[in-house]
């Protein structure tokens, strides 16, 4: 597809693009275990630790589009470099914070980082590597990273908080994040949109932006506030209005922020939907699974970071499998094994028990886990991206890594309301708490496994079989379309 040669450097400049897409991914599970001492050292009120997560997961979410977008009109290398300089900064001032209010403001700035980086770095792949097969082993490198970096954070979060103080967990971006600013510029090619000057759409960021932001927000305040809250109602009808504002004014724009004909492409807007439902149990199934361990079978920290270098570990070496298999049969058959496999492992989570053992209740399914996340996750990122021209590739890239983040945030707070309703109910009740949260845990389980089940409905519906096999054939719907 690409008119340019192909770029000697690319190889490198994928390996630093790796290095910054995971401390990123790193971030959002890495604070979780430290959250205790990070509340102690700087006196949190116990209602405000839970911002520490929720400032990152806010601008994340919120900006991914925008920042998408920016790669493609303003130089995706500069944006890179831009996003990745401000999450070095803010990494720094997160352990070097002396109150409550400091980290929380600066984990909110670097969660902007990362939404400048991620789609970056995506379409930073995707415009230097040619559609087909180098493309998909550049996006299984992605994929091993990206499929394995939350559950390596849950255990460098353990052994830096234990032996070097939570302040390194952010501190360790710093270096990774220096590196990447010194050597990018030798080693990644610039690119941009060459066909406009000032096509930037602010009244389109504005909207959009700020819809994802009260819908991240609500939907992570819901299992505190409720559900049927008067506010969590009215923030999601606000964000609704938002995004629909959106829409109609980017159908109407001469220059869009996202021109809408970009989901005519199909295998693209199936992309996003299955990549929506994929992050929907994953990240919650990650919590459970960790509060399950810790506070039911008595793990320590340290344990549960250990324990998760099962799923961690099988998804790496599984990467290339995935991305090889793709390639040579297509996105289908491998996103409905992969689907296959998430949905046996959430069915044998249903079955912990309160005096259950690791190796007998958990380790069958991190392992089935462990192969479903390269095995959905990685044709997903080669799908969304199939097909798009390299002037739209950061916007598609926004676009997925928008899906995903947005199906998380959804995913975790139903997940977490289901488990801990119930188990609250079973307390009353006078059952014992370590039983009583299994049997939670196990309702968010079953719930997991629906989500993955409708996923896997949607990749047999809506995922043609030589699709990515054969990128020409996608080439041709977009443009019949």
């Not at 929380?104 to 990362?114: F, M, N, T």
């Not at 991240?216 to 009215?234: K, L, M, N």
């Not at 004014?249 to 922020?257: C, F, G, Q």
Request: charged share 10%.
């Amino acid at each position: 597809m690409n008119a340019v040669a192909p770029d000697p450097r690319r190889w490198k400049a994928l390996i630093l693009i790796c290095a910054a897409i995971f401390v990123v991914v790193l971030d959002i599970a890495i604070v979780n275990v430290a959250l205790p001492s990070i509340g102690s050292d700087l006196h949190f009120a116990e209602k405000n630790l839970q911002w520490v997560i929720t400032a990152y997961a806010l601008t994340y979410g919120g900006f991914l589009l925008l920042g998408g977008r920016a790669a493609d009109l303003l130089g995706r290398r500069i944006v890179f470099m831009g996003g990745m300089a401000l999450f070095t900064i803010a990494s720094l001032v997160c352990g070097l914070a002396s109150s409550s209010a400091m980290l929380i403001g600066a984990r909110g700035v670097q969660g902007l980082g990362a939404a400048i980086v991620t789609p970056a770095a995506l379409s930073i792949i995707s415009t230097t590597f040619t559609e087909g097969s180098e493309r998909n082993k550049a996006l299984g490198a992605w994929g091993a990273v990206g499929g394995s970096g939350a559950a390596a954070g849950v255990l460098m979060g353990g052994v830096l908080t234990k032996y070097l103080g939570w302040e390194w967990i952010f501190w360790v971006n710093v270096p990774v994040g220096l590196t990447v600013l010194l050597l990018t510029p030798f080693y990644v090619r610039e690119s941009r949109r060459e066909d406009v000057v000032h096509d930037y759409d602010p009244l389109g960021a504005l909207s959009v932006t700020s819809g994802l932001i009260v819908l991240v927000y609500a939907i992570s305040e819901a299992p505190d506030v409720g559900w049927g809250a008067f506010r969590t109602i009215g923030l999601i009808v606000l964000s609704g209005v938002l995004l629909a504002f959106f829409l109609v004014w980017e159908w109407r724009e001469e220059a869009p922020l996202m021109p809408l004909s970009i989901f005519r492409i199909r295998l693209l807007a199936a992309a996003n939907v299955v990549g929506l439902l994929l992050a929907g149990a994953l990240y919650g199934t990650f919590l459970l699974l960790t509060l399950y361990m810790q506070q039911v079978l008595q793990l320590s920290v340290l344990q549960t970071g250990v324990a998760f270098l099962a799923t961690a570990g099988t998804a790496v070496v599984m990467a290339g499998p995935s991305q090889a298999l793709t390639t040579r049969l297509g996105a289908k058959p491998v996103m409905v094994t992969g689907f296959s496999l998430l949905v046996a492992g959430s069915l044998w989570y249903t079955q912990i028990d309160a005096n259950g053992s690791y190796p007998v209740d958990l380790l069958p399914g991190f392992l089935a886990v462990g192969i479903g996340i390269p095995f959905s996750f990685i044709p997903i990122t080669i799908a969304a991206l199939a097909g798009v021209k390299d002037e739209d590739a950061g916007l598609a890239s926004g676009l997925i890594n928008t899906s995903q983040q947005v199906g998380g945030a959804i995913g975790t707070a139903v997940l977490s309301t289901v488990s801990f309703t119930h188990a609250k109910t079973l307390v009353h009740q006078g059952m014992s708490p370590a039983q009583a949260f299994t049997d939670g845990f196990r309702w968010g389980f079953w719930v997991a496994a629906g989500i993955w089940a409708t996923a896997l409905v949607a990749v047999l519906v809506l995922v043609r079989r030589e699709e990515v096999a054969h990128p020409e054939a996608v080439e041709l719907t977009a443009e019949q379309s």
